[in-house]
């Protein structure tokens, strides 16, 4: 159960990364409502990699949520934000996320 409360989190954390480039494109009220929705996914994201420590071990769990951030994060840009999508990016991202299956594989619990 603590893995998916660790994905889930993992998840808010590419939340809060949209809702800080929605904020960055927007103007006015708008631009505050992603603020929000910001600060909101950033207190759900803490508050799960919390919960989800309590169980597995800290530095895994660490690792294994900035790495759904950083994956999530990047091909969010690539999606959304039209960034570019060179081969090296795809490269390393495949990487990471071999990395991430990696440390959910040796892990103990």
């Known amino acids: 159960m603590n893995w998916i409360i660790l994905i889930v989190g993992g ?5 809060f990364t949209y809702s800080l480039g929605q904020a960055r494109e927007s103007q006015g009220n708008s631009s505050y409502l992603w603020y929000t929705i910001f600060v909101i996914c950033l207190f759900a994201s803490m508050g799960l990699l919390m919960k989800a420590t309590q169980t597995l071990p800290l530095g895994t769990a660490y690792a294994v949520w900035t ?12 999606l959304v934000f039209k960034e570019p999508a060179t081969f090296w990016r795809i490269f390393f991202v495949t990487t990471l996320i071999a990395s991430i299956i990696g440390l ?5 619990h």
């Open 67 to 78: 790495g759904i951030g950083a994956v999530g994060s990047v091909l969010m840009g690539i």
């Open 104 to 108: 959910k594989v040796v892990s103990n």
């Open 11 to 15: 998840l808010f954390e590419v939340g």
